[in-house]
C-alpha cells in the first residue's frame, strides 16, 4: 500500500506550478486536459518532489466551495510537510524565490523547521535534520 496522491485546491494551473516548480524545485510529472465529471474541461496536473513517490494533484477551485477551501485546505494548521536534505540550503533557495516564511527557522528534537506558505495560501513546514 502507497499513498499517490494528494490534492491541493489553488486558483490557478500555471501559478500553482510555476510556484512548485522554480520555487520549491519539484518535477512537473504531467499537465494533461481532463474535464469534470460534468464534461467541463480542467486539466491534471501532477508535480512532486525529485525522486519522490507521492505526488500532489494541483485541482483548480470549481465552484464557491471549493474556491473558499483554498489557502485553508487544514484549517489553518501546517498540513503539508515537505522533507529535505540541507535544510539551510533550501531554506536559502526558497527564500531567494520569494517564498513566503512566516516562521524563522528553528530546532526542535525532531529537527530544523521554518513554516511556509504555498501559493495558495496553506502553511507547510520545511524539515530538515538537526
Known amino acids: 500500500m502507497r499513498l499517490g496522491l494528494i490534492t491541493i485546491v489553488v ?3 500555471d501559478q500553482a506550478i510555476e510556484f512548485f516548480t522554480a520555487a520549491l524545485g519539484f518535477d512537473l510529472v504531467e499537465d494533461s486536459p481532463s474535464l469534470t465529471n460534468d464534461g467541463r ?11 519522490a513517490e507521492t505526488g500532489v494533484l494541483l485541482a483548480r477551485a470549481d465552484g464557491e466551495r471549493q474556491t473558499g477551501a483554498v ?5 489553518g494548521r501546517v498540513g503539508f510537510f515537505l522533507q529535505v536534505d540541507d535544510f539551510d540550503a533550501a531554506y536559502e533557495r526558497m527564500l531567494g524565490a520569494g517564498v513566503d ?3 524563522l527557522p528553528r530546532t526542535e528534537a525532531y529537527g530544523r523547521v521554518a513554516v511556509f506558505l504555498d501559493v495558495a ?3 507547510w513546514d520545511l524539515l530538515g535534520s538537526a
Open 11 to 13: 486558483d490557478d494551473y
Open 101 to 103: 516564511f512566516v516562521s
Open 121 to 123: 495560501g496553506n502553511r
Open 41 to 51: 474541461p480542467k486539466r491534471w496536473v501532477v508535480v512532486r518532489p525529485p525522486g
Open 71 to 75: 489557502g485553508n485546505q487544514v484549517a
